[in-house]
């Protein structure tokens, strides 16, 4: 069975940076894709950003791209995502799964099995 624990959340200023953490266990983390979600108050949950088993393949949401940065370490059993220049509109429960691939756990986001409790991100104006 896969846990998954998330963390690194908090209450940051727009403009500011954060960097959340997952630890995986459970299943051998370089036979799967990683990836990020949010899910906002009111809203579905959403696919920010995904990466390869092996790290060497990256797929970002429009609203991420160019601000966020996912990234891994398999001899950790970790993945992080970066946020910079934070907005307003990432105020979300951020949670990360793993899936076959970095193209596949893109429409994961409605899947009911498979994830951690989250972290929470609030940013401020």
């Known amino acids: 069975q896969v846990r998954l624990v998330e963390s690194g959340g908090g209450l940051v200023q727009a403009g500011g940076s954060l960097t959340l953490s997952c630890a995986y266990s459970g299943r051998t983390f370089s036979d799967y894709a990683m990836g990020w979600f949010r899910q906002a108050p009111g809203k579905e949950r959403e696919f920010v950003a995904a990466i390869s088993r092996s790290g060497d393949i990256t797929s970002y949401a429009d609203s991420a791209e160019g601000r966020f940065t996912i990234s891994r370490d398999n001899t950790k059993n970790t993945v992080y995502l970066q946020m910079k220049s934070l907005k307003p509109e990432d105020t979300a429960l951020y949670f990360c799964?793993?899936?076959?691939?970095?193209?596949?756990?893109?429409?994961?986001?409605?899947?009911?099995?498979?994830w951690g409790q989250g972290t929470q991100v609030t940013v401020y104006s």
């Open positions: 799964r793993d899936g076959p691939d970095t193209g596949r756990i893109r429409t994961m986001s409605r899947w009911f099995a498979g």
